[in-house]
């Protein structure tokens, strides 16, 4: 059954929790301490203002300057005049039955992405959106079949994990440091937004920023191989690669850009990324594994002999469903073969449980509202409707809504 259409007990509210954008004030919220100190020392300020107001904004959560005490009442002024500090506004909350919450969150040019937080045990897991829609069109993903609207900015990325840290705070205050790991694998290709995303990465990790170390905060790819060349230069974030198929010929078909950067090159990249992490790290691989697709013992066995060499860890996801995937997801005694032969092999698997399925938040599953430039959603729905598959709302029809496919690995 599609998630979509499931009836398990879950809780809505419509929420509203920015300002209105204003086109004239900047936006201090996704700027790094580079660039605040720049901001200040064009208003004449020293450079600890920086040290000041980024605890405010990030730590304290404080979004309005005569809240922050220890400025001058002069600069509260001179701030409250030409800046602001904005987050993304929360249109919609979902909460799951097991305590997977998804927020619908509002970006600049009116179209909407997904958060998730998977919380597990003392650890939650954050799954932010770095781009509305996706232009990639992996075949087994919803946000896919949605087309590309806009990369987000640093401000709409950074605005994901400040929403969800004082969100959680307010209805779960016993919670103590309720986002432990934040994963870029909400929706979009976070390596083609790439400038936003290296900047928010390292607003996340920053002690200023949220502090989160980078072996808990993930970048997800498809594998945009010049882009993690790239990466490599500017950060030593821990690294996910969405692979799902062992051989250019399965994976061409399910992650076309694997055409232009076909798997040897990939595994090259990944090679040298890994080489500037430095000891003890590993990359995570992202399998989706679809019943008669890529989930035969012939499939492991490939994809244990081209992982042999990379230090990684291979994380089997179970395909989720949504209407029109033409996929079905692994069967219970194919998964196990494929794991046991993984196991034998020597390679270090996790199994993705799927967690806020009744809240459509599972892997895969996250889907938005926009005006796509692509065509593609449009093209999809035709499909669907000339197939005479049920054809499902977008997940929210009421305010606005996007999608990737996602984990939250440790
Ligand atoms: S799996 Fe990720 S890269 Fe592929 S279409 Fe979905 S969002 Fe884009």
Redesign the pocket.
Known sequence: MSSSTSNTPTTDMDTTTSAQPSKSRINLLGMSQDKLGEFFKELGEKPFRVQQVMKWIHHEGVQNFDEMTNLSKVLRAKLNECAEVREPEVTLEKISKDGTRKWLVKVENGSCVETVFIPQGKRGTLCISS?V??????S??????QGFSANLSTAEIVGQVRMAIRSLKETEPERQRAVSNVVF?????PLLNFDNVVDAVSLIMDDLGYGISKRRVTV???GVVPALYKLAEVSDVSLAV?L?APTDELRNEL?P?NRKYPIEQLMEACQHYLAGLGEHRAITIEYTLMDGINDKPEHACQLAELLKDLECKINLIPFNPFPGSGYKTVTDENLETFQRILYKKGCRIMVRTTRGEDIDAAC?Q?VGKFNDRTGRSARHQRRLEANKINVLPLKHEAPNSP???SERPS
Request: charged share 10%.
């Open positions: 781009q829609g996706c232009a990639l069109d992996c087994f993903c919803s946000t896919g079949k694998m909400g929706m979009g290709e997800s790819t498809a969405s799902h992650v850009i895969g996250l999608v990737h496919s």
